[in-house]
């Protein structure tokens, strides 16, 4: 079974600042790659997908991520956050299951706090 | 025009009591889920149904039984509720192979007292 490991579980920053947040998986095989987006008491929201392609894809709100099949990671960034950014973000990997279906496991998740 | 309704938002209930969450999605997707979001926010599968029928079932106690009436809809029923079922479970849909994104819907919080 695939795992998907948020290195940081907190990541506070100032506003206007610069921000990354980390993400790694366990096999690039067959794999779609995800981040969502949860605000306090709210369902996920989709930031960003990798499928194939290009390796940088861009995503809502100012947001891009990496997909780095030799280091297995898609690091999700953004130039300059805003306060309104403080959320919960979730990396997800999509892999086969069995036949066509396919399975979302998720990674434990990063707060990220914008400090003003 | 919501795309992944619940019903309800939230649902408190005594232990031992039998309850149901209702799902409905406007997407015309194939596949739908059901997720539980435990108290420290990880989110892990249930199950899945694709064109209403069972095809990812977790390791999860048989008090669970998913019902897909049509493709639309999922209900989740739970029997016996224990208070480890104190959690948010979310409902999401997707339309794979070609659109494997899963959209989710806002959540319903069960509080088991």
């Known amino acids: 079974a695939q795992s998907v490991t948020q290195l940081d579980s907190q990541v506070p920053v100032f506003e206007e600042a610069p921000v990354e947040l980390r993400c790694n998986y366990s096999?690039?095989?067959?794999?779609?790659l995800f981040w969502y987006v949860q605000y306090p008491n709210q369902g996920l929201q989709l930031l960003l997908k990798?499928?194939?392609?290009?390796?940088l894809v861009k995503g809502i709100n100012g947001f891009e991520a990496e997909f780095n099949k030799s280091q297995t990671s898609f690091h999700l960034r953004k130039p300059s956050v805003h306060i309104s950014d403080t959320a919960e973000y979730f990396c997800?990997?999509?892999?086969?299951?069995?036949?066509?279906?396919?399975?979302?496991?998720f990674g434990s998740g990063t707060q990220l706090t914008v400090l003003p | 025009d919501t795309a992944v309704s619940q019903t309800p938002k939230y649902l408190v209930t005594q232990m031992g009591n039998d309850k149901s969450i209702k799902c409905e999605q406007n997407?015309?997707?194939?596949?739908m889920y059901w997720y539980k979001q435990d108290s420290k926010k990880f989110l892990k599968i249930m199950f899945s149904?694709?064109?209403?029928?069972?095809?990812i079932n977790e390791t999860v106690p048989n008090r669970f039984s998913p019902k897909s009436p049509d493709k639309a809809h999922l209900n989740l029923h739970i029997n016996s509720l224990e208070l480890g079922d104190s959690a948010v479970y979310f409902c999401?849909?997707?339309?794979?192979?070609?659109?494997?994104?899963?959209?989710f819907g806002p959540g319903t919080r069960l509080t088991v007292l």
């Open positions: 997800a990997v999509s892999y086969r299951y069995s036949g066509s279906a396919r399975q979302l496991t």
């Open positions: 999401a849909s997707s339309q794979p192979p070609g659109r494997p994104e899963q959209f």
């Open positions: 997407l015309g997707h194939d596949t």
């Open positions: 990798y499928l194939s392609g290009s390796t």
């Open positions: 096999s690039s095989v067959s794999v779609y």
């Open positions: 149904y694709n064109n209403k029928e069972l095809i």
